[in-house]
């Protein structure tokens, strides 16, 4: 019943941006903290941000700090990733996920549901 929906991934040359939406059914988010991970092949899932769920508490991972933004929208049960500066390294299917908690999370056990991802793919 709980579903998580990425769209917006895609191919785009570094130096572009993308804005990667997360729609979510089946229940509420809006008192919960959202989160966004990524899976380049061969390695393992990694945290990239993550949010509260008044949207006040974020963090990024380093690699994406100054980059990328996160934000949500409650009233429509969305979290977005908005992506600039595109690097190559960035290449990854992206997930997002609900915590179980208001509070953000870096960890992947933290969270409950999540989406089945969306490939960004970034050339030189």
């Known amino acids: 019943q709980v579903q998580l929906v990425e769209s917006g991934g895609g191919p785009v040359q570094a130096g572009g941006s993308l804005r990667l939406s997360c729609a979510a059914s089946?229940?509420?988010?809006?008192?919960?903290?959202m989160g966004w991970f990524r899976q380049a092949p061969g390695k393992e899932r990694e945290f990239v941000a993550t949010?509260?769920?008044?949207?006040?508490?974020?963090y990024f991972a380093d690699s994406v700090k100054g980059r990328f933004t996160i934000s949500r929208d409650n009233a429509r049960n969305t979290v977005y990733l908005q992506m600039n500066s595109l690097k190559p390294e960035d290449t990854a299917v992206y997930y997002c996920?609900?915590?179980?908690?208001?509070?953000?999370?870096?960890?992947?056990?933290?969270?409950?549901?999540w989406g089945q991802g969306t490939q960004v793919t970034v050339s030189s």
């Open positions: 949010m509260g769920w008044s949207g006040g508490l974020t």
């Open positions: 996920a609900v915590s179980g908690s208001r509070w953000p999370k870096r960890a992947e056990e933290e969270y409950d549901y």
């Open positions: 089946g229940r509420t988010f809006s008192s919960y903290a």
